[in-house]
């Protein structure tokens, strides 16, 4: 992987990951001013399109770096970090289908479902991508010494 796909993959994540847990916030735990209003937050439908119009930028990004990082991992046989790699791959699927569907749901029972399952492997993801890039440090680290 290039140093531009890594610092794409790197943006991507903070834009997307960033944005999401921002809107997750606003929805889930802040308080309205106003009684009435129809939002928590004066930001929310700001924070909810740039969630949505960055998503494809990491979608972008991970199918970029497939085939010359995560494939050519797989079938090297390199196991370093592994876990987490399989955990980022097998999250991506479901969290970008869910997330898309979410947004096209028509029933509230399908809505809540697609929610669930977009809050359950984004959460995944977010912790995967963290736990993948902190190893990759204590590893270098562990290197050098």
């Known amino acids: 992987m290039t140093r531009a796909e890594a610092w794409l993959q790197h943006l991507s994540n903070l834009l997307v990951g960033g944005s999401g847990l921002v809107y997750g916030w606003m929805v889930y735990f802040a308080e309205p001013a106003d009684e009435f209003a129809l939002v928590n937050h004066p930001w929310q439908p700001f924070t909810q399109h740039l969630h949505v ?3 494809p930028l990491l979608v972008f990004a991970c199918g970029m770096i497939w085939r010359r990082h ?19 791959t097998f999250s991506l699927f479901p969290m970008v289908l869910s997330g898309y569907f979410l947004q096209t749901a028509v ?6 479902i697609w929610l669930w399952l977009h809050l359950t492997t984004s959460v995944l993801w ?14 270098t680290a562990d290197g050098a010494r």
Request: charged share 25%.
């Open 126 to 139: 977010v912790a995967a991508y963290g736990v993948h890039q902190l190893s990759r440090r204590a590893a």
């Open 107 to 112: 029933s509230d029972t399908w809505r809540s």
């Open 70 to 88: 995560a494939w050519a991992r797989v079938r090297s046989g390199f196991a370093e970090r592994r876990k987490t790699g399989v955990a980022l």
């Open 53 to 55: 119009w960055t998503a």
